[in-house]
């Protein structure tokens, strides 16, 4: 495998106080932007600087819903269409990825690795892992029984 040197600038800031100064083709949410507080406000401020988006991201089958424990929110794929639209990008492309249709492995994975943690470091975000882990192994719950699926949008600036 060939390894390139490629310069990458990281900027570590709360993406509702980032506008950009210089010009980017594209921005990519990676199962991101459900976890933005004001995403209309964050697209906004990317707008003058960025000509492209690539959300990925949890749609919701039927209805919007809030998930505290992670700090997410998934939204139907109408609310993604509005949301782009109203930063001022079009659509050009939507497509449903196909996730395997059992996600019991991977919650096996995760739980039998969370029990072998210390208990006292089992909270917040890995303890919602467990009982999520443990809501779908009880129930062998397979992926199409979920309320979303993960979809990818693609948007140019509509111009
Ligand atoms: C599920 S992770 C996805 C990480 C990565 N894109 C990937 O696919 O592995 C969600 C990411 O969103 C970031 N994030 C959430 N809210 C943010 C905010 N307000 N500003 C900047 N980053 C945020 C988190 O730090 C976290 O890295």
Redesign the pocket.
Known sequence: MKLYKVQIKVIC????EYKPNEFFDIAIF???LC???NPEEVLDNLYDNVNTLLIVDFIAKKEATNFPNWKLKTRTKKEFMNLIQGAGYKLKSFKKISTPQSIIQSAKFWLENIEKLDPVKVYGHIASLKNLCCFILDRNLEVMYMPWFIGVFYAEKDS
Do not use: E, G, R
């Open positions: 800031q709360d993406l509702h990676q199962q991101s976890h933005l507080k």
